[in-house]
């Protein structure tokens, strides 16, 4: 530790004055680890570009505040890259609690998280503009995602990347997505880099840092001290890792035990809680979470919060102080669980490297229960990597924690086996950076690097191929260069050639624009192809099976038909390359579970005979029984063994795939592109084209149900923000209010007894917290509070370009007014319109959009639909009057849309799915799409684009371009 700051740090007093950015002990003598006086004394303050490669416990998060701390005070922007989404969500709140207040002026929306699970603000809104944020927290992935969006920009040179965890460029499975983002950013220049890693050798940190041009910082040494004990049948090796230096190993006779729950037993009474167990298997979590609590008395009595669906099992555990934490947890109980840990409330948990995956928590000491792993390959168990050892052990004796040392405690049934433990344990040596971009990789980083515009040719490709770490490195091994990587470049070329993602132009390549959503999306091509395939077959029979004004449809039949093809699809098998998913062995493991739905809809699914497949048909069961909200304990029924984080997390991956194929059919489906442009099934020599096209919002739709495990017209309930210490409604809530009938906005804003009634018994007291009123005034407030937030946040955007004027009219108007402030706000962007319905027209529609002037296919007939109260959204029959009128009007074939103020009723979106003339957009996503218009960053052909699909048109469907405006 040191207590004083180098000369040249050139941090500003007001970041040394702020408690959260500068330790100090005695109230006033600055606190600081070695790692983070070398990173300043090599110039971080200074704007110079770091890899700081140090242990664990170093402090490696606060120069990483440090680095954004500076760079808002030159009013540079952010981005901070993280490895998992837990680590994004923790790191989202460290920024609130540090920034919102004092760095960004209280200004929630400029600071933004982006991950697979959305992007939004730190008022939980989504977020339409995360690359233009102060600061936006990111996975990897989702961070080239937005770059490859448009193509990356030119210059980054306002921006300061803090990317922690950056090891994970060696990644066998996520590293080359890493490198290609960074090969990128290389390309387009930044202000400030700033590479975080703890498991990185001297060889890799030297070869990283050379390869981005880095000044490299290294700390062999942890701030506090980790002590590592293998017990054996002749006593025990120790190993020390010292803020002095790692000490040689010890050999000491004492016989220790190794019984497990011995060794914890051993740890409590040394006052070293609480304890991690680490365990190999999920199983193990639970087998030996349940023999540590057998017997043992309740000692607390936790009543989780209503938002928390906590099975009971794990509660039992709870009040007796132990927990087991794993991926098949759902997400609500990780996050309760973590949250009771750092309330010192847990004395052991049993844990998979869930919890060892970057996020800090005070953990005193760490038992391995194993530290060997079954290789399929090699049908062996085999010892874990040195780093995923080191990393595990070292969420021990952590800064911030109260131990004085961490203790990690392991076992070894023989002298090999303690010789293969005694290498884990050696902190003097740091497994060797693996490799992150191989030749099978280059299928999806080719497809990126044509959709984002940095290459034309094959040559072009290879040379930025070439310029990665992983090339650089397999050079240095070889001849001194990769030459032999040119033909699995052409090979995946002409892969892309052949699915219609690139075409041939002499010696030019260039991006389809299927070609261009399908890298957008993260697809495979073959993936996108499979369901187009299936469309093209079944699109027409399927129509008739969606919701209508008129029919209820067979909505639950067809998510059940698209969620099967989804786990049948190329992304979970080898088609195409490796797997970019893969589907819990549980759900396939008892065979193909009783099915109705499979067997009613066996002539309509993607493959036949669905028993061929139990992991899709299974999954499929229990993902639409998730969307219809049936409850937790039901659904763990279906499958046995399943947990909801299996559920959730195959979810994650189908709501996915369901929105890219959405985005897919959307983009490239557009009816202003030419059909040598698009991919044969989208051509309109296609006789289902237009009930393809249906299905672009449906299977968006889709989902979000799937995402939500909730049915569609239950969404908005998500977005009530309570007022009160919990600020959200949880799914089973949710759905007890949909079982009781009062799922609607108008019936549950209802004041009167009968509903007061309705609700109690709906969602009663918890904690004394009284979720009957707190909804009642939260649904009173939904519409109006996201109208205010967006209205906003577009007028201040529209001041820029002189036209908030518009953006005002659209949001206060009613009526005839509202239809005149429309059309103004559309004719600045030249779309003119004419009135049709003039006083003289009876049943007539408001107005025509006439797009056909800006050389699009036809012009559009719309309705503008208000109502005089904040709280009153337009309803069903209002939405789809524009059909009839049309027809009226003579023009019975044209796209229609209804535009409504403040809003529309949650169900709609589903009644109107068979509507394939229909479009439904709100004033807020309108308004939307006209600054972004305005922006430079959408076109009108994409407006016609979004707003002709049909169904409702929301800001999430926006063509996203990372124009930085």
Same mark, same amino acid.
Not at 27 to 46: F, K, M, N, P, W
Not at 713 to 730: A, D, I, M, P, V
Not at 803 to 823: F, P
Not at 876 to 894: F, Q, W
């Given at each position: ?360 928590? $005070? ?7 194993? %530290? ?258 049936? $409850? ?23 709501? %996915? ?57 239950? &969404? ?28 609607? $906005? ?128 337009? $309803? ?17 074939? &044209? ?71």
């Amino acid at each position: 530790m040191k207590t004083i700051l180098p000369d040249n740090h050139n941090l500003s007093e007001r970041l040394l004055k702020n408690p959260m950015l500068m330790p100090r002990v005695a109230g006033s003598v600055v606190s600081i680890t070695d790692a983070q006086y070398e990173a300043l004394e090599a110039g971080l303050g200074r704007g110079t570009s770091l890899l700081v490669s140090a242990p664990t416990s170093t402090g490696k998060t606060l120069i990483g505040w440090w680095a954004a701390a500076s760079a808002l005070e030159q009013n540079k922007r952010v981005v901070y890259l993280v490895s998992h989404r837990a680590l994004a969500s923790q790191k989202f709140e460290e920024i609130q609690n540090i920034f919102l207040k004092d760095w960004v002026g209280g200004d929630a929306t400029s600071l933004v998280c982006a991950t697979g699970d959305g992007i939004y603000d730190a008022t939980r809104r989504a977020s339409s503009a995360p690359l233009t944020a102060s600061i936006l927290v990111a996975t990897y992935e989702k961070y080239l995602a937005l770059m490859s969006a448009g193509g990356p920009p030119l210059d980054l040179c306002d921006v300061v990347f803090i990317c922690d965890e950056v090891q994970l460029i060696g990644d066998g499975s996520r590293g080359k997505h890493v490198e290609l983002l960074l090969s990128v950013l290389q390309r387009t220049g930044w202000h400030q880099f700033v590479g975080l890693s703890a498991v990185m050798d001297d060889e890799g940190a030297v070869q990283f840092a050379s390869w981005l041009n880095l000044t490299l910082v290294q700390t062999a040494t942890r701030e506090k001290t980790i002590r590592v004990e293998a017990r054996w049948e002749n006593g025990c090796l120790i190993a020390t890792s010292t803020p002095d230096g790692n000490e040689p190993p010890v050999q000491e006779p004492q016989i220790k035990t190794r019984e497990l729950n011995g060794m914890i037993e051993e740890l409590l009474t040394s006052g070293k809680s609480p304890v991690i167990v680490f365990c190999m298997k999920v199983d193990d979590t639970y087998e030996y979470c349940r023999r540590w609590a057998h017997g043992k008395p309740d000692s607390q009595d936790v009543q989780p919060p209503a938002d928390v669906d906590l099975d009971n099992s794990l509660l039992s555990h709870i009040n007796k102080r132990c927990v087991f934490h794993n991926a098949e947890l759902g997400d609500d109980e990780r996050g309760f669980i973590e949250s009771l840990l750092k309330q010192n409330q847990i004395d052991v948990v049993f844990a998979t490297s869930t919890l060892a995956a970057g996020v800090n928590f $005070p953990l005193g000491s760490a038992v391995f229960s194993k %530290w060997t792993r079954w290789n399929f390959d090699k049908k062996a168990h085999l010892p874990i990597r040195r780093d995923e050892f080191q990393n595990m052990a070292g969420r021990v004796g952590r800064m911030g924690q109260a131990a004085e040392q961490g203790t990690v405690l392991a076992t070894a049934g023989s002298a090999n086996e303690l010789n293969a433990l005694s290498e884990l344990m050696d902190f003097s040596k740091q497994a060797s950076l693996g490799v992150g971009i191989t030749p099978e990789d280059f299928g999806s980083l080719i497809l990126q690097l044509f959709a984002g515009g940095l290459c034309s040719t094959r040559e072009e490709a290879f040379l930025l191929m070439s310029s990665t770490l992983s090339a650089k490195r397999e050079a240095e091994k070889g001849n001194g260069n990769v030459e032999h990587w040119m033909p699995h470049l052409n090979a995946q070329i002409e892969r892309l050639i052949l699915t219609h993602c690139l075409i041939g132009v002499g010696e030019k390549l260039r991006i389809t624009r299927f070609g261009r959503a399908v890298a957008q999306a993260g697809l495979k091509p073959e993936s996108a192809e499979f369901f187009l395939q299936y469309l093209t077959i079944n699109s027409e029979k399927l129509t008739s099976s969606l919701p209508t004004p008129e029919n209820n449809g067979r909505d639950d039949d067809l998510l059940f038909i698209f969620v099967h093809g989804c786990l049948l699809s190329p992304e979970f098998d080898y088609t195409g390359g490796a797997p970019s998913r893969f589907i819990n062995w549980r759900l396939g493991k008892p065979g193909p579970v009783a099915n109705p739905k499979a067997e009613q809809l066996s002539e309509l699914l993607f493959e036949r005979p669905w028993v061929a497949n139990p992991n899709a048909a299974n999954g499929a069961r229990v993902l639409s029984e998730w969307a219809s909200g049936t $409850p937790r304990n039901a659904l763990e029924e279906i499958v046995p063994n399943i947990r909801m984080g299996t559920v959730q997390s195959t979810a994650r991956d189908v709501s %996915w795939l369901l929105f890219a194929i959405s985005q897919v059919i959307a983009s490239a489906s557009s009816l202003n592109l030419a059909d040598e442009a698009k991919h044969p099934s989208l051509q309109s020599t296609n006789p289902n084209l237009q009930f393809i096209r249906s299905f672009a919002r449906v299977l968006r739709r889709y989902s979000m149900r799937i995402a939500f495990g909730l049915p569609s017209e239950c &969404h908005w309930l998500r977005e009530l923000e309570l007022n009160g210490t919990t600020k959200r409604l949880s799914r089973r809530q949710i759905i007890s209010l949909h079982q009781n009938g009062i799922s609607r $906005p108008h019936l549950l804003m209802d004041g009167s007894p009968q509903y007061d009634a309705i609700r109690q018994s709906a969602i009663p007291l918890v904690n004394g917290l009284n979720y009957p009123n707190l909804v009642r005034d939260a649904a009173k407030n939904w519409k109006m509070d996201q109208r205010r937030h967006y209205q906003a946040r577009h007028i201040n955007k529209a001041k820029r370009h002189g036209c908030d004027g518009h953006i005002a009219d659209v949001y206060e108007k009613k009526g005839k007014e509202l239809e005149s402030a429309v059309s103004a706000m559309l004719h600045d962007i030249t779309v003119l319109c004419s009135v049709l319905d003039d006083g003289t027209r009876q049943a007539w529609p408001d107005l025509k959009l006439e797009f056909t002037r800006n050389g699009l296919p036809s012009d559009v007939v719309a309705e503008v639909k208000s109502k005089e109260k904040e709280t009153s959204l337009v $309803p069903l029959n209002d939405a789809i009057e524009v059909l009839a009128a049309s027809e009226l009007a003579g023009m019975p074939n &044209h796209p229609c849309i209804t535009i409504c103020s403040p809003g529309v009723e949650p169900s709609v979106p589903t009644s109107i799915s068979g509507c394939s003339r229909l479009g439904v957009v709100e004033v807020v996503d309108l308004a939307e799409a006209y600054l972004r218009v305005k922006d430079g960053n959408l076109t009108i052909g994409d407006l016609y684009d979004w707003l002709t699909t049909p169904g409702i048109a929301l800001t999430e469907d926006l063509p996203f371009n990372n124009t930085q405006n």
